[in-house]
């Protein structure tokens, strides 16, 4: 993210992060990772159910993610297993919604460069 981040600032976009994981863990991740953008946390998925993006994970792929560790009630601090769909929304200044790309498989994502593009399609 770090890496296009001058390329979006030249185009007058900025980027934000928003996720369902506890503050503590959104921080650390920052951390870890050295991004230079904004975390927000979305507590319970409120936002992402109001984006139409909040997904209830299947009991099927619950019980992966345990086997993986993976908790996401305890992850998520709100004892419900639910995630947003893995999206990118490109929101102009008057906040019309110009671009939206999500998919709910988490490895199917957007290049960087693809945003890139794109935000100088939008001009």
């Not at 951390?31 to 159910?49: Q, R, S, Y």
């Not at 993976?70 to 906040?95: C, E, T, Y």
């Given at each position: 993210?770090?890496?296009v981040?001058p390329?979006f600032?030249?185009l007058g ?9 506890l ?5 650390e991740?920052k951390a870890?990772?050295?991004?230079d953008v ?5 507590f319970?998925?409120a936002?992402?159910e109001?984006?139409?993006i909040?997904?209830?994970v299947?009991?099927?792929l619950a019980a ?8 996401l ?9 639910k995630?947003?769909?893995p999206s ?7 906040g019309l919604?110009?671009?939206v790309?999500?998919?709910?498989d988490?490895t199917?994502?957007p290049?960087p ?11």
């Amino acid at each position: 993210m770090n890496a296009v981040l001058p390329a979006f600032r030249e185009l007058g976009a900025g980027l934000v992060v928003i996720s369902p994981q506890l503050p503590a863990a959104l921080a650390e991740m920052k951390a870890k990772l050295k991004l230079d953008v904004p975390i927000l946390h979305d507590f319970g998925n409120a936002f992402a159910e109001r984006l139409g993006i909040g997904m209830t994970v299947p009991d099927d792929l619950a019980a992966i993610y345990a086997k993986f560790g993976i908790d996401l009630p305890v992850a998520n601090g709100d004892g419900a297993w639910k995630l947003p769909v893995p999206s990118r929304w490109i929101v102009d200044g008057a906040g019309l919604v110009r671009d939206v790309f999500d998919d709910p498989d988490y490895t199917v994502r957007p290049e960087p460069a693809e945003t890139v593009a794109t935000l100088r399609a939008i001009g």
